[in-house]
């Protein structure tokens, strides 16, 4: 992840991560963004809109939590195409 995408990150992230729910610690920081594919009827589709996330780590124990990149404003949501 770009030093700016991150500052970018911790900008829309700031006041939303609260206390981590493995040890309390309120000490985080942003690891990268990744993209989950969706999982439909068929399957997962290679090359399907992806979900956006970023990943955050707590700094303490290490566990990590998901928020939406697009609901922070960092990635504009894909449209999806009519059949
Ligand atoms: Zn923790």
């Keep these: ?3 700016v995408d991150r500052k970018a990150a911790e900008r829309a992230l700031r006041g939303k991560v609260g206390a981590c729910p493995s040890c309390r610690a309120r000490r985080w920081r942003v690891l990268e963004m990744v993209a989950l594919l969706p999982y439909r009827d068929e399957g997962i589709t290679l090359g399907a809109p992806a979900v956006p996330i970023v990943l955050v780590a ?3 124990c290490a566990a990590v939590r998901q928020f939406s ?15």
Excluded: H, W
């Design 1 to 3: 992840m770009k030093d």
């Design 58 to 60: 707590c700094a303490k």
């Design 69 to 83: 990149a697009v609901q922070l404003g960092l990635v504009e949501p894909v449209k999806e195409e009519g059949p």
